[in-house]
């Protein structure tokens, strides 16, 4: 597992800025629909949410993509059911 501690935290911030500026207009976005929900046809609600989800998983799988390449190429022994007695 990589270390989020000290300056292993940066890179979140450093990787995503485009994706987070993205996430952030789309979370205005929904959040004036919203608040204007009454005059919002139920597909424009549901369009807003998920262009808001997609932008969400987009920014997690850069952010997971980004921890894996700083644990050294994958993550060894993640989802086989193994614990760290990899080496034994």
């Not at 929900?37 to 807003?48: C, K, L």
């Amino acid at each position: 597992m990589p270390s989020f501690h000290g300056n292993g935290t940066s890179w979140l911030w450093c990787v995503c800025v485009d994706q987070c500026a993205k996430m952030r207009d789309d979370i205005a976005k929904l959040r004036d629909i919203l608040i204007n929900r009454d005059e919002q046809t139920p597909e424009s609600i549901r369009s807003a949410t998920s262009e808001l989800q997609q932008a969400s998983l987009k920014l997690f799988e850069m952010a997971y993509k980004k921890v894996c390449d700083n644990d050294g190429g994958g993550g060894r022994g993640r989802g086989r059911g193994r614990g760290d007695d990899d080496d034994e």
